[in-house]
């Protein structure tokens, strides 16, 4: 099934943005025009919408100077389950899986390692990702540039044919071996 027909079965699109846009800020938080640029939302749109999740005990807001900045409220029961669906959904993982589609079928396995994959990333955090399959950085360059500016984050691929990767996850102490086994966020295959 796809994704984006799971979150817009939970949340209608303005929400949904909102929340792939705070998720992505971390825990530094947006101002409302920042969020209504990012979700590409008009300002009363986004105003509505965040009030609401406010209330609702999923944001929080503090004001800074002029601005009131918003965030996910972080003691909200549902605060780590609410991340990983937008993750999965309208974020990281959709959209990264989303600008590999066009290459998968020379792709063998894709995913997320380091900070993402664990949770603790910061908002100027990079997205590690490993890819394994016979295409050429040059190939994965245009679309991972696309999702880094559509994440505002930047994509640090790590490329291994799947020969390479197979030696590599074989020896002793590898870097392939250690995130192999680590923290991930699967996008394309996934087999460990």
């Known amino acids: 099934m796809p994704t984006k027909r799971l979150i817009e079965a939970l949340f209608p699109r303005s929400r949904s943005a909102i929340l792939a846009v705070l998720t992505a800020a971390g825990d530094e938080g947006l101002h409302l025009r920042e969020i209504a640029r990012r979700a590409n939302l008009n300002s009363k749109t986004a105003m509505r919408e965040l009030h609401s999740l406010r209330s609702a005990g999923i944001l ?3 004001q800074i100077g002029q601005q009131v900045v918003y965030r996910l409220n972080p003691d909200c029961p549902i605060c780590d389950e609410l991340r990983s669906i937008i993750r999965k959904t309208v974020g990281l993982v959709s959209v990264l899986r989303a600008a590999l589609e066009p290459l998968a079928d020379r792709i063998e396995q894709v ?3 380091g900070s993402h994959a664990r949770g ?3 908002p100027d955090s990079d997205v590690d990702l490993m890819i394994v399959g016979n295409v050429t950085l040059r190939e994965l360059s245009p679309h991972l540039r696309e999702a880094g500016r559509t994440l505002h984050r930047v994509i640090n ?3 291994y044919t799947p020969e390479e990767y197979a030696r590599e996850l074989n020896a ?4 392939v071996a250690r995130v192999h086994t680590g923290e991930r966020l699967d996008l394309i295959g996934g087999a460990r």
């Open 60 to 62: 929080v807001s503090h």
């Open 111 to 113: 995913y997320i390692y």
């Open 120 to 122: 603790d990333e910061r």
């Open 157 to 159: 691929p790590t490329l």
């Open 172 to 175: 002793n102490d590898s870097f």
